[in-house]
């Protein structure tokens, strides 16, 4: 991947090469121009190495159009997020490439909510970018940069306001913090902290030199998983570098699954409050079975975090995410957030009393299977059309295109999209068991090497 990405949600590259100080300044520039002078921005990073050259130089084109900048330092995503909206910026910027491995950086727009762009206002900056005519002013009239440093008081202060503080403090629990060195290493333990945790802080640097693959996946954890076990520990959270996604292991040091995070959740916020939560097509639907039985309804959003935010806000969702560690509660701010996932489960283990192992089994369990495969562009029009076909006449059936297309099946369903980064196309099918979803999904990719066969 050494090509710069320029999707709706982030712009992402290899630092030296792709991403450079002079795109980081013309995606700079390129903001300022379309919010105009005399606005204000906050600018975040996570911890990678190459953060102060991309901050700089975006915040150099940022100051040079007239747009005031505020520097947040080294904060986590949903922070800086939170920043935005309670310091009523007019956007913000967040240099993170998120779970991506060291070489790479990259930067985020918000709107002034602390959401990602729109998918229109996405368009509207690459195509000013692209374009290369900034609106720059001159000497007299340039941005100011100023600093605030108070994004980790103000998040801890904000979660601490939505949960039982004395409750989950009371069990005094001891718990394992991976933060991979990055953006969650200092917020993370001072909340978990306050909520009378007994903290094992693992790759606890904010070097941003990541002591392991930073997604936070199974094969990627056993570090975690081995410290959980040395030390007894109630539960592992596993963050990723901006500290967004949050992953659980369990008291016997098991890896439970991304899945797990949300459905556990949704399942501790309704067991208080009810109202719709909002998930996107490719989520587990665990959550379907969670809400049905709290009496809730679930909205289906097409897959990337600000579909889901938007459809929150639409639809009055009281709880939102994705099913890869994304926790949203919009009283916080409504982008995926590591910190409330981890106080929500905290307070749902104090509460019941209960152990992880025990909340995840009450939970009916799936087999989820996902692929990708190289495709060439144009395809997954003629793919998802063969392959609602194919499924047309199965016994209570039901289609949702708003994104690929989604098949719902009785208990199982299956979903094929186009990558909206790469020449790829994923497949993810769910059933009760493994070899129901691997025969869902074997059967869609049939569909898709033929359409593929046919267009070599
Ligand atoms: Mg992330």
């Given at each position: 991947m050494d090509q710069l990405i320029v999707s709706v949600s982030v712009v992402r590259g290899t630092v030296g090469t792709s991403l450079t100080s002079r795109v980081a300044c013309d995606f700079g520039c390129a903001f300022g121009?379309?919010?105009?002078?005399?606005?204000?921005?906050?600018?975040?990073?996570?911890?990678?190495?190459?953060?102060?050259?991309?901050?700089?130089?975006?915040?150099?084109?940022?100051?040079?159009?007239?747009?005031?900048v505020i520097d947040l330092g080294v904060v986590t995503t949903p922070g800086a997020a939170l920043m935005t909206a309670k310091l009523g910026a007019d956007g913000g910027v967040i240099v993170t490439a998120s779970h991506n491995p060291q070489p790479y950086n990259g930067i985020k727009f918000l709107q002034p909510s602390g959401t990602a762009l729109t998918a229109t206002d996405a368009i509207r900056l690459k195509q000013i970018y692209e374009k290369g005519e900034f609106a720059l002013v001159d000497g007299s009239s340039l941005g100011v940069a100023s600093e605030n440093k108070k994004t980790h008081s103000h998040h801890i202060e904000a979660i601490c306001g939505i949960v039982d503080v004395i409750g989950i403090a009371s069990k005094r629990f001891k718990v394992v913090l991976d933060s991979i060195n990055g953006a969650g290493c200092v917020?993370?333990?001072?909340?978990?902290?306050?909520?009378?945790?007994?903290?094992?802080?693992?790759?606890?640097?904010?070097?941003?030199?990541?002591a392991h693959q930073p997604e936070p996946i199974e094969q990627n954890l056993t570090q975690l998983c081995e410290t959980v076990r040395k030390h007894k520990a109630a539960i592992g959270f596993a963050q990723d570098p901006d500290a967004d996604r949050l992953v659980l292991v369990d008291e016997n040091g098991r890896f439970i699954g991304e899945e797990y995070t949300l459905a556990l959740a949704t399942a501790f916020v309704l067991s208080r409050r009810k109202g719709k939560v909002a998930t996107n097509l490719v989520t587990s639907r665990m959550i379907d079975d969670i809400a049905a039985e709290a009496g809730c309804e679930v909205v289906r959003a097409p897959t990337g975090e600000a579909n889901v935010a938007q459809a929150m806000v639409e639809n009055g969702c009281i709880l939102g995410g994705e099913g890869n560690g994304g926790v949203i509660e919009p009283r916080v701010v409504a982008v995926r957030n590591s910190l409330v996932g981890m106080a929500y489960i905290l307070q749902y283990m104090a509460e019941t009393g209960k152990s992880l192992s025990e909340l995840v089994a009450e939970i009916p369990s799936y087999a989820m299977i996902k692929t990708k495969f190289p495709c060439p562009a144009g395809v997954a029009e003629e793919v998802c059309s063969r392959t609602k076909q194919a499924f047309a006449d199965r016994?209570?059936?039901?289609?949702?295109?708003?994104?690929?297309?989604?098949?719902?099946?009785?208990?199982?369903?299956?979903?094929?999209?186009?990558?909206?980064?790469?020449?790829?196309?994923?497949?993810?099918?769910?059933?009760?068991?493994?070899?129901?979803?691997?025969?869902?999904?074997?059967e869609v990719r049939k569909i898709a090497d033929a359409v593929i066969a046919q267009i070599k």
């Open positions: 121009t379309m919010l105009g002078a005399g606005k204000t921005v906050t600018i975040a990073r996570d911890t990678r190495p190459s953060g102060p050259m991309v901050r700089s130089a975006i915040s150099a084109g940022l100051l040079s159009c007239g747009v005031n917020v993370t333990p001072e909340l978990l902290g306050m909520l009378g945790c007994e903290v094992a802080h693992i790759n606890a640097e904010a070097t941003g030199v990541f016994p209570g059936v039901k289609f949702n295109d708003a994104d690929g297309l989604r098949i719902d099946l009785d208990d199982a369903w299956a979903c094929v999209r186009a990558s909206n980064t790469e020449p790829i196309m994923r497949i993810a099918a769910e059933a009760p068991d493994e070899q129901t979803a691997n025969a869902l999904v074997a």
